[in-house]
């Protein structure tokens, strides 16, 4: 089968043939349809996540359809793999709701191969069971920048004014939810991001601007991008008693602050992978409120292409590699 490989940290993926993957009991063997692609695809990529699977195939937001060893799904089935791919089911984390911090968990695309493929294998415990429409390549980042995004969502409590910093893949998702829920949204982006702020605009968002402006006191804030630097900034923004929610597996440094800053009932949290019952408390969200999804489509040749873009920040909304003409097609 076709494949983007990462054989090593820091080099491009390379497009090749590769021996097909081979489902073990308990797995699904998937005809992948599309696969998102996430700054924590990047991430791995560029070396800020250590020792990964090696040779590896990238991508945790697949979209594909059952060949066989199905288990709950049947033949033909289209289901979601996420990035959580397996937890150990014993530890004190997993035995209280909350796998996602499980320490033996393997993750999709990470420390097990993932969907930049024509087929993929998984865990079919783990995977989600999807609607046929609307298009593969429009459900993928719901895997990821969805689910981690409304994750983010969740911690930010009843926060009305609530402030998204870095308008990308799981912001634009989040910035429809929040409204939606009838949270004033207020987006931050690099200054002079035009494309990014209209987008924001049209999906719901009170106001975009650049990072240091002050639109309003916010009582939450979500930070997408991989800055550091943003911590500080957000807890500024925050009235008493708000949190800062960093939704990123890797940022930069956070530079000392103030205590000020902090004073007052403020507090700073991190948002780790996810878990299975996020995922099906959101697909039961998405059916009250349901949100579009903006793509720029690859091909899986054009994966590094695809990551450069992201590195760039030039993606507008999501990058998705369609690997199927179906998967493309809106259906
Ligand atoms: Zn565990
Ligand atoms: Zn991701």
Known sequence: MRAAVLLEQGRPLEAADVPPPRPESGQVLLAVEACGVCRTDLHVRDGELPEPKLPLVLGHQIVGRVLGGGGRFAEGARVGVPWLGWTCGECAF????????????RFTGYTLDGGF????????????????????????????????????????????????????????IVAQLAAAQGRRVFAFTRAGDERAQSLAVELGAEWAGAAGERPAELDAAIIFAPAGELVPQALAALARGGTVVCAGIHMTDIPSFPYELLWGERSVRSVANLTRADGRDLFAELRRHPVRTEVEVFGLEQAEEALARIRA???????????????SAAS
Do not use: K, M, W
Not at 94 to 105: D, Y
Not at 313 to 327: C, D, M, N
């Open 94 to 105: 997993c035995r209280s709701g909350r796998e996602n911090l499980c320490e033996r968990a």
């Open 117 to 172: 493929a024509e087929l993929a294998v998984a865990d079919e415990r783990y995977c989600f069971e999807l609607p046929g429409a609307p298009a593969a390549v429009e459900l993928a980042p719901l895997l990821c920048a969805g689910l981690i995004g409304y994750r983010a969502l969740r911690f930010a409590g009843d926060a009305e004014r609530l402030g998204l910093y870095g308008f990308g893949a799981s912001a634009h």
């Open 313 to 327: 920040g030039e993606v507008r909304g999501a990058a998705v590699l369609a690997l199927t003409p179906s998967g």
